[in-house]
């Protein structure tokens, strides 16, 4: 084991806030990928923005950016995070209280996924400061992740100079490596029953409300194996309490790590609609979109055993996982680079309670770092 890099803790937790105090939802990241460019530029990075913004309607791409390496013939790799946050946060002033750096409680704190962030910018620092010896490294830093990987489905993969990724955006422990992650179907469900007075004429009415309800019963939902999981996320429907609703709208989705598993799963869910409907006199319309594809790494895949030497020489257990969640490395393994997801400082996300650890952050910065060095003693 190797000692860690010294990590500029105070400069990486101000990196941090400055992140944080952006009000960046989905399609509205432009204040923070400012912070970054300007950073990524002053070491000496090739930065350039994509079109994705302008493809979903958002005020900035995402923010490639690339610095050849010190050693030419190490294998070039990229590290990625997205500036996007699940809510809007206006006016948050991020509380630092010891290691932990939280929200008032009214918000979010924006831990993801700026806590990955963050330490992917402290590190490209050292890099040029310590003058540590690295390859070509890419940086992926991406928009719109919380609405479905949005940003990095309209990166071009031929931008992409890297053989091997490793995205920052896991919960810890810092040390992890989520090597499978699941499939995501999602469906849009449109029950057409009839209207009727709902006092008067109650019999002349087919509730598209109580077509839904029905169908939703009959559902096997949230963890349906350890490999496969489905939620009814949105119904809306109706009109007004003396009105037998005419129309009921539901948004759904079903995952799994394997392909057989969704499938059945997805499609005893749209059964379940098709034959309430059928049974009520109704009809319904479902509209079903691929959001991700799954992916599995080998055990003996580059990029795992670059974390695993990576991981050992800054003195972390190595641990590998499988998640329930999708993330830019369901797109960039789809792109056909072997990408990893690292397990970061972030904790309850998309709560209002969720915080993240300074000591995780500092220790995320140095893996990013060992990472680098270790791709560059790598010969292919």
Known sequence: MADPVAVNRDRLVQTFLDLARQNTPPRQEKAASEIAYRILQDLGFECEYDDAGEQVGGNVGNLIAFKKGTVADAPPIF???????????????????????????????????????????????????????????????????????????????????????????????????????????????????????????PEDGISAIAVAARAVARMKLGRVDPETTANVGIIEGGTATNIVPAECYLKC?????????????????????????????????????RAYEHYELPMDSPTLQIAEAATERVGLEFLLRVTGGGADSNIFNGFGVPTTVLGCGMVNIHRHDEYCTISDMVKSTQLVVAIAQTAAERRE
Do not use: W
Not at 253 to 277: G, H, I, V
């Open 253 to 289: 989705e079903a995952r799994s790590r394997n392909p057989a598993k969704l499938d059945r799963q997805r499609d005893a869910m749209l059964a379940a609609f098709r034959e309430e409907a059928d049974r009520a006199g109704a009809t319904v319309e479902i509209k079903t979109t």
């Open 79 to 201: 590290f990625s995070a997205h500036f996007d946050t699940v809510e809007p946060t206006p006016g948050l002033e991020p509380i630092v209280d010891g290691d932990i750096i939280k929200s008032d409680g009214n918000t979010i704190v924006g831990a993801d996924d700026k806590c990955g962030m963050a330490p992917i910018l402290e590190a490209m620092r050292l890099l040029q400061e310590q003058d540590i010896p690295h390859g070509d490294i890419q940086l992926l830093l991406t928009i719109c992740e919380e609405i479905g990987l949005v940003g990095a489905k309209h990166m071009d993969p031929r931008r992409i100079r890297a053989r091997y990724g490793f995205v920052l955006d896991a919960g810890p422990p810092v040390g992890s490596f989520v090597y499978s992650a699941p499939t995501q179907d999602i469906f849009d469900v449109y029950i057409h029953g009839r209207a009727a007075h709902a006092g008067a004429q």
